[in-house]
């Protein structure tokens, strides 16, 4: 199916950890970006790339580092986890255009 | 700086009534997208409906539809016929269309509404 597709949906960490954040998408779409959800406080991105090759921070992007080799995958590396890195992890991406598709986000809990 | 203000925390509505989600946002673009997404309680985010700030007509998309008054930089939605599936999470969203570096693409979040539809 064509869309947004996340891994893993679930994730524990022990502080001090690193691990990578799946993102991929099949819709050809140039824009892609991570957000993280927390209680009360909506989503914040975090970084984006608007292409292959080209990557930047967003707003809370400490801690966090991305790379855009190839049009449909957008990995989020967490160097080394901190409990404050515990959320809900979204990709989304978006065409020409003002459509954004989210995926089903990533639960992340770091001990 | 860009930012949206859900005042409501939860809301309660009977089944096949209509219901209107508040939303205030302030920015100093003149060219900006305002969004809706609806986020069930398995967590996904769905895109519901979209306003553009030139557009002249209010958004509608089925049973939802965006009561977008400029001036008072308002874009409350509106579900009417509520259904029991239409419980979870709303959220509103901006994005300044001409935005650039850290804030390009970014879309701003507002920190949403709880919808709980009653039978």
């Known amino acids: 199916n064509a869309g947004v597709t996340q891994t893993p949906k679930f994730q524990v960490l022990k502080t001090g950890q690193s691990m990578t954040l799946q993102c991929a998408q099949d819709?050809?779409?140039?824009?892609m970006s991570w957000y993280r959800q927390d209680p009360g406080m909506g989503l914040r991105l975090i970084h984006y790339?608007?292409?292959?090759?080209?990557?930047d921070q967003g707003e809370v992007p400490n801690g966090y580092n991305v790379s855009r080799s190839t049009t449909e995958d957008f990995p989020l590396r967490l160097l080394s986890a901190a409990p404050s890195q515990t959320s809900v992890y979204f990709c989304?991406?978006?065409?020409?255009?003002?459509?954004?598709?989210f995926g089903s986000g990533t639960r992340l809990t770091v001990v | 700086a860009q930012k949206i203000t859900q005042t409501q925390p939860g809301m309660f509505v009977q089944e096949k009534e209509a219901v209107t989600l508040d939303c205030t946002y302030d920015?100093?673009?003149?060219?900006?997208?305002l969004f809706w997404y609806k986020q069930p309680s398995s967590g996904e985010m769905i895109f519901l409906i979209y306003?553009?700030?030139?557009?002249?007509q209010n958004a509608t998309e089925g049973r939802y539809s965006l009561n977008f008054q400029k001036a008072r930089k308002s874009a409350n939605l509106v579900i009417s016929a509520s259904q029991l599936g239409d419980s979870a999470m709303y959220f509103c969203?901006?994005?300044?269309?001409?935005?650039?570096?850290?804030?390009?693409?970014?879309?701003?979040f507002g920190q949403g509404t709880i919808l709980t539809v009653h039978p």
């Open positions: 989304a991406s978006r065409a020409r255009g003002y459509g954004y598709t």
């Open positions: 819709m050809n779409h140039e824009y």
């Open positions: 790339s608007v292409g292959a090759g080209i990557t």
């Open positions: 920015t100093s673009d003149p060219s900006y997208g």
């Open positions: 306003q553009g700030s030139y557009d002249q």
């Open positions: 969203a901006m994005r300044d269309l001409n935005a650039g570096g850290t804030s390009y693409g970014k879309l701003t």
